[in-house]
């Protein structure tokens, strides 16, 4: 790690505490570029689509990830085992009766080893504090309008525990490929702030 960081307060905070675990010998510079690039190489919603897509293409797939999604994901070539330890990860489906969404209340766990950063305004103090009393209201800022008679389930991020929403499939893309399908699919629809 290395650079500066002025004007960026929290980096250089990051490297602060980088630093003094190195002075104290926690943790070499080298070990912890290793784990940050074991992390973050090829982490990104990218990834969340293409699950997204074979679970839409392949329901044995898509009955195996909702049920252990860490167990599941190896099908498709990934896994959270990014970091120092395996986070576990839990698929939640929409249905026509359901519509699922995330939040870490607590600060702003995120799937980051599978899907990236998260967007900034998940980690925004108005929508951890909000998503959770008005969930419906919160989405319809985000412009997605949730049938009242469709319930809303938060999930509660932690460190144990991260969530991936599985978006329903829209309708008229039988036709389409799964590579097609994926490009459907956006990182607000993986957290639920969107249908798809
Ligand atoms: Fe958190």
């Known amino acids: 790690m290395s650079g500066t960081h002025a004007g960026n307060p929290v980096a250089a905070r990051v490297r602060r505490l980088e630093e003094r675990l190195v002075e104290s ?13 074991r992390v973050l190489d090829g982490a990104s919603p990218l990834n969340g689509a293409r699950i997204v897509a074979h679970a839409w293409s392949d329901a044995g797939f898509r009955e195996r990830l909702l049920a252990d999604a860490n167990r599941a994901l190896p099908e498709v070539g990934l896994s959270m085992a990014g970091g120092l330890q395996e986070q576990r990860l839990k698929v939640v489906a929409n249905t026509p009766e359901r519509h699922n969404v995330l939040v870490c209340t607590l600060c702003s766990c995120y799937p980051v080893a599978l899907l990236g950063p998260s967007p900034s305004w998940y980690k925004s103090e108005a929508y951890r504090s909000r998503v959770v009393r008005e969930p419906r209201a919160v989405l319809a800022e985000f412009g997605l309008d949730v049938p009242a008679e469709r319930e809303i389930t938060v999930w509660d991020s932690s460190a144990e525990s991260r969530y991936m ?9 039988e036709e389409l490929s799964e590579e097609q399908l994926a ?4 990182r607000e629809g993986l957290i639920g702030t969107a249908a798809v």
Request: hydrophobic share 30%; glycine share 8%; no cysteine.
């Open 25 to 37: 010998g926690h943790v070499t510079d080298e070990e912890l570029d290793s784990i940050l690039t």
């Open 165 to 173: 929403v599985l978006p329903r499939r829209p309708e008229g893309t």
């Open 183 to 186: 490009e459907l699919v956006t």
